[in-house]
């Protein structure tokens, strides 16, 4: 079993940064893929960015390809995701979640945190 818990959101206006940290506890987590995904109102959840603990091999979307930089500090079991020159369109629930699979799909991540909120004002 695997606990993932989310923190750093927040408002912020359109241009500014936020880091978003996901922290784990539970079974050995350098197994494990750590994604983020986001979910705005209306529609699917999307992959944002993912990391293997093991590598620190990282994948993005092509939307935040340049503006988002995710990152793991495997002695605090914490990935993170710095998020630069956010626009509104970024605004959404982020989630951070863990897949035993080498995958960004959503329906390989098994285990999730709650979520946080970012809204990008314009």
């Known amino acids: 079993q695997v606990q993932l818990v989310e923190s750093g959101g927040g408002l912020v206006q359109a241009g500014g940064s936020l880091r978003l940290s996901c922290t784990a506890s539970?079974?050995?987590?350098?197994?494990?893929?750590t994604g983020w995904f986001r979910q705005a109102p209306g529609k699917e959840r999307e992959f944002v960015a993912s990391?293997?603990?093991?590598?620190?091999?990282?994948r993005y979307a092509d939307s935040v390809k340049g503006r988002f930089t995710i990152s793991r500090d495997n002695a605090k079991n914490t990935v993170y995701l710095q998020m630069n020159s956010l626009q509104p369109e970024d605004t959404a629930v982020y989630y951070c979640a863990a897949s035993l699979k080498n995958s960004d799909s959503v329906n390989h991540y098994g285990y999730w945190g709650q979520g946080t909120q970012v809204t990008v004002s314009s």
């Open positions: 990391i293997n603990w093991s590598t620190s091999s990282t």
């Open positions: 539970g079974r050995a987590f350098s197994s494990y893929r």
